[in-house]
């Protein structure tokens, strides 16, 4: 079970810094200050557990009160920015390389992330309302990526392709139901997570998106 | 007065329809995936009431007590979208129109979401703050519409045509007014819905707008 | 010290007149009418101070409490609406020079409203949490302009340009630290103060910016 603790943490650490590194990239694009780059990125990587908290009444939010995460988002949005700071062109013709690799520790993070936040939903007392649980799962998922595109004037990118809210529903759902059914905690964590990040690679793979109107 | 509660209640879920469909019509003019269209949708019809809620400590914010709200949210949401799927150019055609339809029980909406939020205040102890109390009105009116245009990338359309945050205004203050001048609630609730209904309508038949600088 | 309180609270509402007038401008910019340059001018005035207190948990946002700060925002809008209705043309023409005007006050403003966020962090609990203390303080001064460029369709300038947030940090740590080392609070108050002053006004005048990547 520690061991399993461990890794689970190392899960959310790695989407930390995989959601940083997403927001400093956008932040990179819209060429803006260091500032700029490093506030993005931390929003990114806290933002979600933030709206999460702000829902569910804990103030002030989890993400305030252990340094480790703030500092990982802070580190990788400034390293980032130094990155491109000393590469520029070529910083700038491997952007999309970065991006699709990037993508793989995302996924996971978006995994870890939604399990966080339904056990942290369920942990505030709402273990019998399993739409606010995966609800909030999701958002602690994809929050900080809604507020990063928000920051950087984009219509936030999870509203309009590939399977990304989808895969923390889905992923988020299966959690929800393990757990709720009994099954050892630590299973149910890794099968929820490994949902999100395989349905996550499929539809990056094979492009899958979710259907359009016209 | 268990009529009346009944048509408030109706009333308000008529709202919750409303709002979901300008939610999902904007989110469709986005050409949004299907997620898009149901996330956009249901955040416009409870944003207003979760925004309320946050400001006045309700955790986790009442929209997620109650699974009635949530669901004819996402139903009528993922209704638009099959419609448009569907009928594609025809859908496309008749947009204007379903618009103008639907922008009358909008305002029945507008109304009382207004009335429902005032109270909301005013039963979390706020009954002497007369400008809290119709500013969260106000907000649990606007303020679906305002995350669904920040969402969609649009610069909130309440900010800049028609009467619609004046109309919450006039309403609510009306409401207030009543209430505290220790009319019977169900003549006040019902004056205030219907001066929010009177504005919205006579404003857009005679194309009022509020007066601009230039 | 009464004077000196007198003198802080003096430093207070000068800034939320300022970031009113801030927040009205781009609002006039915009072309929105009268009510939303006021709703504009208010939710970049008290914005900042709202969004700290959500995370707080300060239920209502302390700045429902208090009517002479919104009435002081409310008015200021309204006088630049009236202001910007009446001359037409040679407000137009002025605009930029009323900004760098502004400028002055907001200066001061931020100063003070991110001394006064990190005060409401720490008497909140908080005094051993460096980090969120300060960036409490840096969010009840950046805050509201965020607020007001999302609500207008903007990217956050405080994002992209001059050195605002980094002034509210330098000022806010420095609050921080002579508070902590036992300094007379009137001492560390007007040093914080003074010191997002001066920085504000050198890398006005000097274009100071911070480095970008590209």
Request: aromatic share 12%; with cysteine.
């Amino acid at each position: 079970l520690e061991l399993s603790e461990l890794v689970f943490h190392a899960f959310e650490l790695n989407g930390t810094a995989a959601f940083a590194v997403s927001g400093a990239m956008v932040a990179l694009k819209k060429r803006m200050d260091i500032f700029g780059v490093v506030f993005i990125g931390i929003t990114t990587a806290l933002g979600g557990g933030i709206i999460r908290d702000v829902l569910l009444g804990y103030h002030p939010p989890k993400a305030f009160l252990s340094s480790v995460y703030i500092a990982v988002a802070a580190v990788t949005s400034a390293l980032m920015f130094a990155v491109a700071f000393l590469l520029k062109d070529r910083y700038l013709k491997s952007e999309k390389k970065a991006e699709s690799v990037n993508n793989i520790f995302d996924a996971v993070g978006l995994g870890a992330f939604t399990v966080t936040g339904i056990r942290t939903a369920m942990d505030a007392g709402n273990c019998g309302n399993a739409f606010l649980a995966v609800f909030l799962g999701v958002i602690t998922g994809i929050g900080g990526g809604l507020l990063r595109d928000l920051l950087t004037g984009e219509i936030p990118v999870v509203l309009q392709k590939r399977i990304y809210a989808v895969a923390s529903i889905v992923g988020g759902c299966a959690y929800y139901l393990l757990y709720r059914a009994g099954v050892d905690d630590t299973v149910a964590i890794f099968a929820g997570v490994a949902l999100v990040f395989v349905i996550r690679m499929l539809s990056t793979a094979f492009r899958w998106n979710l259907p359009k109107a016209f």
